[in-house]
């Protein structure tokens, strides 16, 4: 079982920075999937990113392009999500989640991860 918080979120303006990070407990955290996700008001959630085990396959969501970038730190427990040239748009609840899928992949679906991260807001000002 993989425990998981989110944390970095906050408020910044348009064009600007954040780094998310979320920290796992639990010792299947290394062979694991891991995944972004965002939640906007009235909207459903919506993956952003993945990344297998050992960061060597990423999956990105179109609308990132290339503005958000996932990493992992293993020996810390840690995914990172970097966010930069922030949007109005890009206002929801992120979430982190861990996948019990092939650590070899990246999984894109919501329904392939099983553990998930309570989450932290990113409100982007206009």
């Known amino acids: 079982q993989v425990q998981l918080v989110e944390s970095g979120g906050g408020l910044v303006q348009t064009g600007g920075s954040l780094r998310l990070s979320c920290s796992a407990s639990?010792?299947?955290?290394?062979?694991?999937?891991m995944g972004w996700f965002r939640q906007a008001p009235g909207k459903e959630r919506e993956f952003i990113t993945s990344?297998?085990?050992?960061?060597?396959?990423?999956s990105y969501a179109d609308f990132v392009k290339e503005r958000f970038t996932i990493s992992r730190d293993n020996a810390k427990n840690t995914v990172y999500l970097q966010m930069s040239s922030l949007k109005p748009e890009d206002t929801a609840v992120y979430y982190c989640?861990?996948?019990?899928?092939?650590?070899?992949?990246?999984?894109?679906?919501?329904?392939?991860?099983?553990?998930w991260g309570q989450g932290t807001q990113v409100t982007v000002s206009s």
């Open positions: 989640a861990a996948s019990s899928r092939s650590f070899i992949s990246a999984p894109v679906g919501i329904n392939e991860y099983t553990y």
């Open positions: 639990g010792r299947t955290f290394n062979t694991s999937p």
């Open positions: 990344i297998n085990w050992n960061g060597g396959r990423t």
